[in-house]
């Protein structure tokens, strides 16, 4: 066993200064192309469409449009006072700091990885938000994942009873939205990784107990033409879905195969890498890790396989992170009819930890780059 010390550097982006420091040169040229030429072909979404009426409704459609970063790195504030108290009450991030602080509890291990119930809470912000295609009407990021009676006992949800439970509890604890719980537990999950993306999270949205249909999460033996689709039906395209798919970094499968039950999918499942990429294109395989076939597949689809191998190469870890928090805003926001009236509390997140030892088998010079 090796120690391996992985690190990002993290370009400071701004609206202002983003177009100077960002990592891809190339991709900045094309999004300057596009920004002269007037050439927009973002989706946009919810509330949204007209990219916004108030402040926050025009900065997350700037997000999403790639004319501001995802993910801000600004320090963690220290809430103004106690849960309740008339100086939290002012403040309506105050609230999720401590939100913040008994997830920072529940997600980390000893040795600083992130443990289970982070994987967990990944998984269940996916499940919550991904329950919505164009013109449903209802379902969405709303938190029926919980509040609904059935949706938490249908098989493609099988395993999240535990933090399902845990983060009900939390909402009642700190009385606020369980749609909001479920999206801000999965950013903090996140970044509470070693490496992970600090991305820009937004409180307010609307609870429902509303069932949505079946059907609407993709199994792990999709064929990749059914993935997309699907994808595509929730507004996000072929690239954002090889981005959200990194998530599987720090994933566990229990239910797949369960002689296999608890393999990774990764050999660094407690560390927000790009490892995935890499052995799901069977580089660096090692025998404990299970790869879905739906990964599989569309990491050889011709719509995503460049981009797959993109986030596998050298020096793809800060691209990821980035790419990574703007599909994943997206898809926390699907079903949200209220973007324009939602407050951004980003600051309520723990730091972004840029630098981690881990003990991995995979050689040095193979293992996850990073600027």
Known sequence: MRLLVVSILLCALSPVDGITAHPDMSKTLRDIEKIAS?????????DIIDRGQTAVGKTVADILRERQPAQ??????????????RECNADPCCVWAHVSNA????????????NDNARAAVRAGFHDAATWHKGLGFGGADGSLALSPFEIHRIENNGLEDIVYKLKDLREMFNVGMADMFQFAATHAAVSCPLGPRIRVFVGRKDS????PIGLIPTPFAT????????RNKTIPPQDLVALLGAHTVSK?????????????DSTPGVWDVLYYKQTLGENLQPEVFRFQSDINVSKDRRTEEKFRDF???????????????????????GVDNINS???????????????AVSDPVDAENAPASE
């Open 312 to 334: 596998a190469g050298r020096q793809s870890q800060e691209r990821w992170n980035e790419d990574y928090a703007r599909a994943y805003l997206r898809l926390s926001l699907l």
């Open 342 to 356: 939602l407050t951004e509390c980003t600051q309520a997140l723990p730091d972004q930890r840029r630098e981690f």
């Open 224 to 231: 990749a033409d059914r993935i997309i689709r699907f994808f």
């Open 72 to 85: 801000h790195f600004g320090p963690k504030y220290p809430p103004p006072g106690p849960p309740g108290s």
């Open 253 to 265: 499968q229990f239910f797949v195969n369960l002689k296999r039950a608890g393999a990774p999918q």
């Open 38 to 46: 007037g050439d927009d072909d973002v989706e946009l979404i919810g």
């Open 209 to 212: 107990d509303r069932t949505p």
């Open 103 to 114: 997830l920072t509890a529940l997600f980390l291990e000893r040795d600083g990885q992130c």
